[in-house]
T-cell receptor, first 114, second 114 residues
């Protein structure tokens, strides 16, 4: 199993541009999570899906952020328009459960907004 | 909402010394998970504890779950440079209504002087 696959690994963009982050979860995992990690705020859960349906998006910072999961093997996190304060490492993770099975994290996307 | 607090935030030790990080919750946890994140890497699942008073060992790592299931600890005996990284605990957020999710502590960053 290749694990959770995220792309791109690094993204540098200018303020105001649209950014799309991509994730392929581990096959068979029903849950997919998007996390953001910064020095100041640590690991923050942005949104998670169960069977492709968004369950909890209370962590999404504002309307500029949106996430979709069109099928069991693909999810996107979009930021439009991007701002410098969005600079962070964004992790995708997948699991068999929301809270009592191990989370398998991807390598992350390091986003820099200038 | 529920918080999972970790102490210390940082710990620097000499190689060969022991290391302990503590995790405390404001509410009883059904389970607790521990993750390790190497510098520049992604969080990797280490272990899950479920039972009150449970103790599990992985080589030089010892994990404990408190009797009241509100606290946990990770102890590393005779640290090695490969132990460098940030250690996170994570527990389910208790909700009266709505789906549960995993809440991560702030992490303890371990650095080691060889």
């Amino acid at each position: 199993d290749a694990g959770v696959i995220q792309s791109p690994r690094h993204e540098v963009t200018e303020m105001g541009q649209e950014v799309t982050l991509r994730c392929k979860p581990i096959s068979g995992h029903d849950y997919l999570f998007w996390y953001r990690q910064t020095m100041m705020r640590g690991l923050e859960l942005l949104i998670y899906f169960n069977n492709n349906v968004p369950i909890d998006d209370s962590g999404m910072p504002e309307d500029r952020f949106s996430a979709k999961m069109p099928n069991a093997s693909f999810s996107t996190l979009k930021i439009q328009p991007s701002e410098p304060r969005d600079s962070a490492v964004y992790f995708c993770a997948s699991s068999f459960s929301a809270y009592n099975s191990p989370l398998h994290f991807g390598n992350g996307t390091r986003l820099t907004v200038t | 909402g529920q918080q999972v607090m970790q102490i210390p935030q940082y710990q620097h030790v000499q190689e060969g010394e022991d290391f302990t990080t503590y995790c405390n919750s404001s509410t009883t946890l059904s389970n607790i998970q521990w993750y390790k994140q190497r510098p520049g890497g992604h969080p990797v699942f280490l272990i899950q504890l479920v039972k009150s008073g449970e103790v599990k060992k992985q080589k030089r790592l010892t994990f404990q779950f408190g009797e009241a299931k509100k606290n946990s600890s990770l102890h590393i005996t005779a640290t090695q440079t490969t132990d460098v990284g940030t250690y996170f605990c994570a527990g389910p957020e208790v909700r009266v209504q709505g789906a549960q999710k995993l809440v991560f502590g702030q992490g303890t960053r371990l650095t080691i002087n060889p």
